[in-house]
């Protein structure tokens, strides 16, 4: 049949399972909006303030469902507009599908009006990039960047297509994409190293990375770990993956995770780093991480063996299919007394706070038990960001959606809109900071105009927390451009953008509060105040050893 790139577009999506899509129409994209409008009870558009609210609105559905995310903006500043967004997905290895329209053929190249070349812009932040030309290739280059967006180690795919592309007719047949992704890249020789590393060790330490969420390993992780009693610390992207009440578990590991964890990393004779990548944040000085530890590498990137740390065996795979074919080549070890060493380490270290005033931990705390630790969390970036992963009893995986590579300041309202529409029924909700606040607030009236079910808290310091704590460890106390104190209402704004809204500023409050805001069948804010000097402990002086944090007196 002959269809329209337009409509070739929609078919290619409906091909693909996609329900929701996340975007800002436009004039070069006016012919797919216009495909959208007559096929919208099989593919809903959720039409967000801004265009980076899209993308973090599609990263978050993606997170939370496992699914591509979809997004969509118009050339130009509705294409650059969602860059912010792209880079932050393809950091934390989300699958990420983000169209574009363009100006038409003749026109590219000539500074056309709102012309720019956004499949270059993105190169370097994309796992990879396509502009369509010709109608004859939209249908093929549509299905190839799903298949890519989702396979191996998943990313962002961007398709830009021009205008006259999507008005242009070709004949279009269903089918899928003809992409083959790379197969199984490790040896029987690689995993019986991997056991006899795993069978000589006596203080075994597991390290869990984003990819043990990615994979869905989350029960032969568990098993894996049952399997060699051995202790399970993990990062920020893993939040989820292990059971935080498992008493297995040690906690997050890095700059801001607790010191059992950091301690054990430090004094275990093997570590085990299971879909990790060894980042700056959890390594700390490279060449003290893990001195006295052999390390075993299990990722399916391969260019991230030996990129930031030196391992002494590897597995290039997926994480799931891995530990299911090296687990039958290992017994059961027997690590008792490693495991009482790290046990007494818990009761000696553990996470610490003012329990006498309202402070973020408290929110967290009170949350988590409110909620039974099975809300879905979103967060923006900085001291909430930690507090949330330090203090929220993650026990299910894709319930954690944070922006850890990047760090993008603004992500988590997006996201938190993205996880409600893909998880309808769960209990979402987004902790940012105020600062943070201010970049996302727009989309409030996203949440508002669909009637979302989430809840938005504003941990409200007055601050740039996270760089006020720097500027006051580092800095000498020179608060440089960092006091957000003026005469914003946050409750004022989030009402009037058609949100409950709740302010609390007491202890005793709290509960209350969220209990208000948990029956709420709509979006609800909450004005958290905090004191401006609160600091998030432990924390690793950047490229200090990860055994040596602050901690509070």
């Known amino acids: 049949m002959r269809l329209t790139g337009a409509e070739i577009v929609i078919e290619v999506l409906k091909e693909e399972g996609v329900d929701t899509v ?317 495991l009482k060493e790290v046990e007494e380490l818990k009761e000696q270290m553990p996470l610490k706070y003012d329990r006498s005033r309202l402070t973020c931990p408290a929110i967290i705390e009170a949350l988590d038990r409110l909620t039974d630790s099975n809300a879905i969390i979103t967060t923006d970036v900085g001291q909430h960001q930690m507090w949330a992963a330090q203090y929220y009893h993650f026990r299910n995986p894709r319930h954690f959606l944070t922006s850890g590579g990047l760090g993008t300041m603004g992500y988590g309202l997006g996201a938190a809109i993205g996880a409600a529409i893909g998880q309808k029924g769960k209990t979402v909700v987004n902790i940012g900071g105020d600062g943070c606040f201010r970049m996302n607030m727009n989309e409030l009236a996203t949440a508002s105009r669909y009637g979302l079910k989430l809840i938005d808290i504003v941990v409200d310091n007055g601050v740039l927390g996270m760089v006020r704590q720097w500027q006051s460890i580092f800095y000498g106390g020179r608060y440089s451009q960092t006091v957000l104190e003026d005469k914003v209402d946050y409750c004022k704004v989030a009402e009037g953008l058609g949100c409950r809204a709740f302010r609390v500023d007491k202890l005793g409050d709290l509960e209350t509060v969220l209990k208000k805001a948990l029956e709420e069948e709509g979006p609800v804010l909450i004005d958290a105040i905090i004191d401006k000097d609160d600091r998030v402990y432990p924390m690793v002086p950047p490229g200090k050893p990860i055994s040596e944090a602050i901690d509070i007196d």
Not at 51 to 66: I, K, S, V, W
Not at 140 to 158: E, T
């Open 22 to 338: 996340f975007g800002y129409p436009g004039g070069s994209i006016l012919n797919i909006y216009d495909a959208l409008y007559k096929h919208s009870s099989e593919i809903r558009h959720i039409l967000t303030s801004h265009e980076q609210g899209a993308a973090h609105a599609a990263d978050g559905y993606a997170r939370a469902t496992g699914k591509v995310g979809v997004c969509m903006a118009t050339s130009g500043p509705g294409a650059t507009n969602l860059v912010t967004g792209i880079a932050t997905a393809q950091m934390d290895s989300v699958p990420l599908v983000a169209i574009t329209a363009n100006v038409t053929l003749p026109l590219l190249g000539k500074d056309t009006f709102q012309e720019v070349d956004i499949a270059g812009i993105a190169m370097p932040i994309t796992k990879h990039g396509y502009i369509v030309k010709d109608v004859n290739e939209l249908a093929g280059v549509l299905r190839k960047a799903f298949a890519i967006a989702r396979s191996g180690r998943p990313g962002a795919v961007l398709v830009d297509i021009t205008k006259d592309v999507t008005a242009n007719e070709a004949e279009f047949t269903p089918g899928k994409a003809d992409y083959r992704p790379q197969g199984r890249r490790y040896t029987e020789e690689n995993l019986d190293r991997a056991a006899a590393l795993i069978k000589e060790s006596e203080k075994p330490m597991i390290y869990l990375g984003g990819g043990a969420v990615i994979s869905g390993a989350y029960e032969e992780v568990k098993a894996f770990a049952q399997l060699l009693q051995s202790p399970v610390c993990d990062t920020l992207m893993a939040r989820g993956a292990f059971d935080s009440n498992d008493p297995l578990y040690t906690g997050m590991v890095g700059m801001h995770g607790t010191r059992t964890s950091n301690t054990a990393v430090s004094s275990c004779d093997l570590l085990i780093a299971l879909g990790a990548r060894f980042s700056d944040r959890v390594v700390g000085n490279a060449k003290t991480f893990a001195s006295q530890a052999k390390i075993l590498h299990i990722d399916i990137d391969a260019a991230e063996i030996n990129k930031n740390v030196r391992t002494d065996a590897s597995i290039v795979g997926d994480l799931k299919e891995v530990l299911k074919n090296l687990m039958p080549r290992i017994e059961k070890k027997d690590n008792s007394l490693w």
